[in-house]
Nanobody, 127 residues
């Protein structure tokens, strides 16, 4: 019923930018806190960024602070991840996730707390 579909990944040179999108369907988008995770080859999935239901609160992993920006557009049922100043270590499959239980201003960081996941989009950074 609930579906999340990521897009916008690709091959980019170091220092470049990408904008990832996660389109949601099958539920009331505005009632879900949203997040982005990533998984590099041979590594565990790690938290990247999160945004509250209201869109007024955000949180970022230390490794991406100052370079990544998470946002949401309720009219389009879409959450975005703007990625600037890409580094080779950003190479990974990026996943979006939705949590139905968080309050309106809470950001969700725990993997296990998210209820729905997309299939991921590949980001590859070269130099």
């Amino acid at each position: 019923q609930v579906q999340l579909v990521e897009s916008g990944g690709g091959l980019v040179q170091a220092g470049g930018s990408l904008r990832l999108s996660c389109a949601a369907s099958g539920y009331t988008f505005s009632t879900y806190a949203m997040g982005w995770f990533r998984q590099a080859p041979g590594k565990e999935r790690e938290f990247v960024a999160a945004i509250s239901r209201s869109g007024g609160s955000t949180y970022y992993a230390d490794s991406v602070k100052g370079r990544f920006t998470i946002s949401r557009d309720g009219a389009k049922n879409t959450v975005y991840l703007q990625i600037n100043s890409l580094k080779p270590e950003d190479t990974a499959v990026y996943y979006c996730a939705a949590d139905a239980d968080a309050g309106p201003v809470r950001v969700v960081l725990r993997f296990a707390e998210y209820d729905y996941w997309g299939q991921g989009t590949q980001v590859t950074v070269s130099s």
